[in-house]
Nanobody, 125 residues
């Protein structure tokens, strides 16, 4: 059984930072592109960032470019998302999963229907 677990969210003020982490069990990250997705209340889940299987290529939604950094440590089976200069519009539930990167519709599209509980990010003063 494949399980995904996200952590690291919280409540921060505008301009603050958070570092999200994601681990899996049952299917390692190694060999797969991985993506971070965000779902705001009343909106569809959207791709925010994606990283290639080797980590050599990264992709970002335009609104987070220059502020977010995706990375991976396959030895630790962990995916990260460093989020700096956070804005209220970054608020939402963040999920990670196995992905394909750089598509025409989104920087990340999910490959399998494996989702964790997500981690809530709230940016508010």
């Amino acid at each position: 059984q494949v399980q995904v677990a996200e952590s690291g969210g919280g409540l921060v003020g505008p301009g603050g930072s958070l570092r999200l982490s994601c681990t899996t069990s049952g299917l390692p990250l190694d060999g797969y592109a991985m993506g971070w997705f965000r779902q705001a209340p009343g909106e569809e889940r959207e791709g925010v960032s994606c990283i290639s299987p080797t980590g050599s290529r990264t992709y970002y939604k335009d609104s987070v470019k220059g502020r977010f950094t995706i990375s991976r440590d396959d030895a630790k089976n962990t995916l990260y998302l460093q989020m700096n200069s956070l804005k209220p519009e970054d608020t939402g539930m963040y999920y990670c999963t196995y992905a394909s990167c750089g598509g025409s519709r989104s920087v990340a599209e999910w490959l399998f229907n494996y989702w964790g509980q997500g981690t809530q990010v709230t940016v508010s003063s």
